[in-house]
């Protein structure tokens, strides 16, 4: 029986990871998961916002980092969505357009939010942090057009946007420059809320912008979605995906356990012979 446990086909632990990567993502169980006080923050402050504020939404993360950032995006949004908050969305990397046009698309297909009115997409906006302080300084005239061709100053959405200080909050998700250090400096002398979000491995560069009180609340990679998504009770893909994870590494640390408990056995039956 060992001898076999330890010639076992690899093609079958590979079958096996495969079904438990795959089962959690067709029906998300929903595994426990701490949330940090970060998370919480952030939730709290979209959650105070009022039907019909308007607030900003950078995607600034490459396709790369997409699945450690856009299931931030993804449940920010959502609650967005619910409170009939109006989102102008924009990128200053030329990858984030692909992910703003999703969810532009999302909520008009699955929402019924009407472009122009309930959300708007400016767009990509070239010069990194340059871009960004043009955008902060005037908006609606940091890009003339929107995705669709029409005037960005002449949507209903941008009415009495005059700067950055005018929206209620921005929220922006990085995988690394522009990110947090451009927004802060950016949005200094505005009074405006800004909520960051960032893959991973930025989350410690970030977090001191958090406690210092420059950001609102951080959201850092898919566990932080997946966090989000369990404060408002609506497992999504980031919990499907976190729950996927979650098994796959059960699996190895099962198998790396097995693994020793049959080489010492092999050891010992060595010895005794």
Known sequence: MIDRLANLDRRILYLIIMVLIAFPLIS???LPISVSSMVVSAYEVVDSLQEGDVVVWSFDYTVGGGPDC???TEAVWQHLAAKNIGVVAVSFVPEGS???????TLWENEYGKVYGEDMIDVGFIAGFETGIGEFVGNPSGASATCIRG???ADMPIMQGINDIGDFALVGAIATGAPGPFE????????????????VTVMGPQTIPYYESGQAVGLLMGLRDAASYEVIMERPGMATAA???????HLFIILLVILGNIIYFIQQRS????
């Open 270 to 273: 060595a010895t005794d012979e």
């Open 98 to 104: 692909q992910f703003s046009r999703e969810m532009v």
């Open 183 to 198: 927004w802060v400096r950016q949005l200094a002398g505005y009074d405006v809320d800004y909520l960051p979000g960032v």
């Open 150 to 152: 029409n005037r960005v």
């Open 242 to 248: 976190m729950d996927s994870q979650s098994f796959a």
């Open 28 to 30: 998300p169980i929903g």
């Open 70 to 72: 856009h299931p931030q």
